[in-house]
């Protein structure tokens, strides 16, 4: 593999080398009085696949960076499985954006419902804690694409929020 001397990989690696599928059984202790999963625990899922599939991609520590456009659609029951699909889906010079979707899982009946989405944007760091380079990631299908400019969108907006003062 085509590296530099911090390791990055020149030649750009496509999602599915590090695309992570995680299952959750909710438990009574992950829910709420309705039976209903916590939020919480639910963002604490989507942070841990994420991150698993940004140190794959980087085959190096990352830390998060920002979480956005989290949403709960639909609640996950006690006795019900929570599965979690994490993919990168855009790299920047030294930070990346992971989507992860999140669906619920009836055992008894098979039904699946979308219960979350959200995007986090991962930085690299090399041993000192500096942000370093990450490897590109290939863009092939048109659904890559399209996942790539919502991701572009997201950084910008917080990069215009960034210039007129709106967060630090
Ligand atoms: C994330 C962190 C390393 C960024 O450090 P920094 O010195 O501000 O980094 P820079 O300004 O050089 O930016 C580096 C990259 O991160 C991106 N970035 C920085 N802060 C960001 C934020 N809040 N949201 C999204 N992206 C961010 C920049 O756009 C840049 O991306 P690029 O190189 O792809 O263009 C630093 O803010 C940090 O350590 N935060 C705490 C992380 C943490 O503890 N997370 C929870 C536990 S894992």
């Known amino acids: 593999m085509d590296t530099d001397s911090k390791g990055t990989s020149f030649k750009g690696k496509v999602s599915s080398e590090s695309e992570v599928e995680m299952t959750e059984l909710v438990l009574p202790n992950d ?18 696949a994420a991150a698993i599939a940004a140190h794959r991609h980087c085959n190096s520590i990352c830390v998060t960076a920002a979480i956005e456009g989290l949403s709960f659609l639909n609640p996950i029951k006690v006795g019900q499985l929570a599965h979690l699909k994490a993919r990168v889906i855009c790299t920047g010079k030294t930070s990346l954006i992971v989507k992860v979707v999140v669906y619920s899982e009836d055992m008894n009946t098979g039904a699946r419902k979308k219960t979350s989405e959200a995007y986090l944007t991962f930085v690299n760091l090399d041993k000192d804690g500096n942000p370093k380079d990450v490897p590109p990631l290939l863009v092939q299908t048109e659904e890559e694409k399209a996942d790539c400019m919502r991701a ?14 709106e967060i630090e």
């Open 152 to 165: 572009r969108e997201i950084k910008n907006r917080r990069v215009s929020k960034k210039d007129t003062g």
């Open 31 to 48: 829910a709420n009085v309705l039976g209903n999963v916590l939020g919480g625990r639910v963002m604490h899922w989507i942070d841990l």
